[in-house]
């Protein structure tokens, strides 16, 4: 059974740091394109940033390049996204995802505020 579990939503002030992670199970997490998502209240889902299954090659939304970072440990089975100089508009549930072909897995979410 697939799972992915995030961790490490909460709320921060804006100009505050956050850090996600996401722990898989049941997959070989290393074969998996890995990739974090949000959600935003009345919003559709967006493509946070993905990090590839083999190369680590890294890909980011125009809206967080420069202040997320995204990296797996393909020993632990986690994927990571390391969030600085949060904005009220970062304001989402971030879900995990695993990619592989037609295989497609995720997780429940994390809520993450930005207020002050």
């Known amino acids: 059974q697939v799972q992915l579990v995030e961790s490490g939503g909460g709320l921060v002030q804006p100009g505050g740091s956050l850090r996600l992670s996401c722990v898989a199970s049941?997959?070989?997490?290393?074969?998996?394109?890995m990739s974090w998502y949000r959600q935003a209240p009345g919003k559709e889902r967006e493509l946070v940033a993905t990090v590839s299954k083999y190369s680590g090659s890294t890909n980011y939304a125009d809206s967080v390049k420069g202040r997320f970072t995204i990296s797996r440990d393909n020993v632990k089975n986690t994927v990571n996204l390391q969030m600085n100089n949060l904005k009220p508009e970062d304001t989402a549930v971030y879900y995990c995802?695993?990619?592989?072909?037609?295989?497609?897995?995720w997780g429940k979410g994390t809520l993450v505020t930005v207020s002050s």
């Open positions: 049941g997959v070989t997490f290393s074969s998996y394109a």
């Open positions: 995802n695993a990619k592989r072909d037609v295989m497609d897995y």
